[in-house]
């Protein structure tokens, strides 16, 4: 299966703040990637797919980049609202899709 | 009103089977393949098994391979997770979710249902 590994785990930051979370894959997945939002007790929300697209109705401050095994989702200005679990998602193995162990964003 | 709801979680025994539903409304449900994703308390999302719209093709996590099974009836527009052998570290929210391209991302999410595997 295809690993993918999130750093860092846990990232304190202020709104206003510029956040980047990095995601690398243990093999190339080209652009095969979506990132999701996820806060206590809620189901997971989509934010990215193929690396880069913004789905419809997320701000525009989320942005995603990458290809091959190496992705970055940016927040350009933290608001309030994206203090949250962000997970990345390979889709490149259809029958075995894979999750990143998530990235936790603190108030700092 | 476009949304996923799943039932049927609940308290079963090591080594019993419950069956999971999660009925579809407010898009058209057999063009669109649909998965099962679930999350241990406290932990990350782990994806379990996929179907695609017709029902003829699905897939597994290795993890529940041969105890789990994928279903769905699009006359009633749901989607099941038939699950046996039930282990503890079966324990977990399950998650169903929509393909919106049939390429294994989720644009759409239920708000899950919980299964306690514990004697």
């Known amino acids: 299966d295809i690993q993918m590994t999130q750093s860092p785990s846990t990232l304190s930051a202020s709104v206003g703040d510029r956040v980047t979370i990095t995601c690398r894959a243990s093999?190339?997945?080209?652009?095969?990637l979506a990132w999701y939002q996820q806060k206590p007790g809620k189901a997971p929300k989509l934010l990215i797919y193929?690396?880069?697209s913004l789905e419809s109705g997320v701000p525009s401050r989320f942005s995603g980049s990458g290809s091959g095994t190496e992705f970055t989702l940016t927040i350009s200005s933290l608001q309030p609202d994206d203090f949250a679990t962000y997970y990345c998602q390979q889709y490149k193995s259809y029958s075995a899709l894979t999750f990143g162990q998530g990235t936790k964003v603190e108030i700092k | 009103e476009v949304q996923l709801l799943e039932s049927g979680g609940g308290l079963v025994q090591p080594g019993g089977s419950l069956r999971l539903s999660c009925a579809a409304s407010g898009f058209t449900f057999s063009s669109f393949a649909m998965s099962w994703v679930r999350q241990a308390p406290g932990k990350g999302l782990e994806w379990v098994s996929a179907i695609s719209g017709s029902g003829g093709s699905t897939y597994y996590a290795d993890s529940v391979k041969g105890r789990f099974s994928i279903s769905r009836d699009n006359s009633k527009n749901t989607l099941y997770l038939q699950m046996s052998s039930l282990r503890a570290d079966d324990t977990a929210v399950y998650y169903c979710?929509?393909?919106?391209?049939?390429?294994?991302?989720?644009?759409?999410w239920g708000r899950g249902t919980l299964v306690t595997v514990s004697s």
């Open positions: 093999q190339s997945i080209s652009s095969w």
């Open positions: 979710a929509k393909d919106p391209t049939g390429t294994g991302y989720f644009d759409l």
């Open positions: 193929k690396a880069s």
